[in-house]
């Protein structure tokens, strides 16, 4: 049976293209507009998982996502990181001296800010919600004045020139995406678990319960604080660590945990993605 | 002298409130588009201080915020935190059936979602730069079906009806702001301090960072990751301490990070603001 993936984007975003790197080609693709709506067609049950970006390692964490990870009652199956790499898009036969308008999501265009500027600095940047639905914007659009933003899949897919590639400033512009579901299955080669703690609000309560995981030399490899919502200035933490929920040793530390009347909940434990 | 103050918003935004709550009223007000404007007058010197927000207690971390701090070499020298209450904005006369577009910021519109889709269900949302400009284009627009979403001050500057006080959904909302500066003065009051730190990226370095505060008994009221640019899933955190450095204490739990390789940065020790 192929399987349906909720993602936020359109054909040929990098959602789509996390997804396929995950996933494999055979699946089927549920483009949504917002990330909100793509767990909203897992709840509904029109699709079994959905892939959602959670960090991006210029921008840091994606709140909404973590927030979303609070709010809905998912777990988190699985990761996938890719590297953001960009391209400008054009009509066949369009040279970079045409290029009057450029088309793209506005974290992309950010992410080209130094290309632009030396390149076309008179160009307008012009902001839309999605870098690959650009690209097919300015294919029905017809006009060499117009260029996009988007990967290389992007242009492929609307049969495009790609007039320059790697067009970001920095190169290391790795995103990562969870892959999130309502019925898990309990997967025994997990080696990574994430988790929310929410400790008792005395000095040095954080500190006491990375300690658990300190003591044991288990690594947190991410610790991102996020405000409890209608109680000011408290926090919860999201934590990733570097083990599966089968390691007797992390059982011992949630363990201690609970001893010192610090909340847990666990979103997911799963196999860890390949960082390259 | 007047003070200059540099903010991002127009007059009657939260953040020109927040800078007559801190400064009182005697100042000069210099409005910019962003927040980088704001930091960026301070280092032409054409505002002495810059006021920003950098945390709102339902949002979240403002990320521009934390890393403009790093990129610029600025002080904190205060903070102050205000209480974010929205109101439906009119013409006079306007009633409630005649409004057919709310126009305000993204953030805002987001916060009274909730009377909205009660009162206001078949309206449209129109996100604009700012709640206060909001206000000002609808008084010039002198159309009744328009309504803006902004502070009441802006609806008495513009001289424009309130029509509902209060329409956020969630009442603990307030935010946080940070006051900064070129060239501080030392606070021997100061009874708070933000700093930066770089741990190595051991297992247990974090921990073991935030046990020369836990042993001592200082409370970190903040602690907040964010991504080291150009080094993939590689962290640096800020903490805010519920301590000056006049703090005996507080020194000499610095001089235990610096033992432990860990990098330090103090962005400014200043008098902590009233959270209510």
Not at 101 to 130: G, N, T, W
Not at 137 to 148: E, Q, S
Not at 160 to 176: A, D, F, M, S, V
Request: net charge positive; glycine share 4%.
């Amino acid at each position: 049976m192929i399987k349906k993936i909720a993602i936020q984007g359109e054909k040929a975003s990098f959602h789509d293209i996390a997804a396929q790197k995950y996933f494999g080609p055979n699946i089927e693709i549920i483009c949504c507009e917002t990330f909100k709506d793509s767990f909203n067609i897992v709840e509904s049950g029109d699709a079994e998982y959905a892939l959602c970006a959670i960090e991006n390692s210029l921008f840091g964490s994606i709140n909404e996502t973590y927030d979303l990870l609070v709010k809905f009652n998912f777990v988190i199956v699985g990761e996938v990181f890719l590297r953001i790499s960009q391209s400008l898009i054009v009509l066949p036969g369009t040279k970079l001296q045409d290029i009057k308008e450029v088309y793209s999501h506005p974290v992309a265009i950010a992410q080209c800010e130094d290309f632009l500027d030396k390149h076309l600095p008179i160009a307008k940047r012009l902001e839309y919600y999605d870098t690959a639905a650009s690209v097919e914007m300015i294919r029905n659009r017809k006009d060499k004045k117009n260029a996009a933003i988007a990967s290389s899949s992007a242009a492929k897919l609307y049969d495009l020139k790609i007039l320059k590639e790697g067009i970001e400033t920095n190169k290391q512009n790795y995103t990562r995406f969870v892959v999130i579901t309502k019925k898990p299955i309990f997967n025994e080669a997990a080696n990574k678990t994430s988790l929310i703690i929410r400790t008792n609000n005395n000095p040095g309560s954080l500190y006491r319960a990375l300690g658990v995981f300190a003591e044991r030399s288990i690594n947190i490899s991410k610790l991102q604080s996020r405000p409890i919502i209608g109680k000011a200035w408290h926090y919860i933490f999201y934590l990733d660590i570097d083990k599966g929920l089968n390691d007797k040793e992390l059982i011992d530390a949630f363990n201690d945990l609970k001893v010192q009347k610090c909340e847990l909940k666990i979103l997911g434990s799963y196999l860890s993605g390949n960082k390259t």
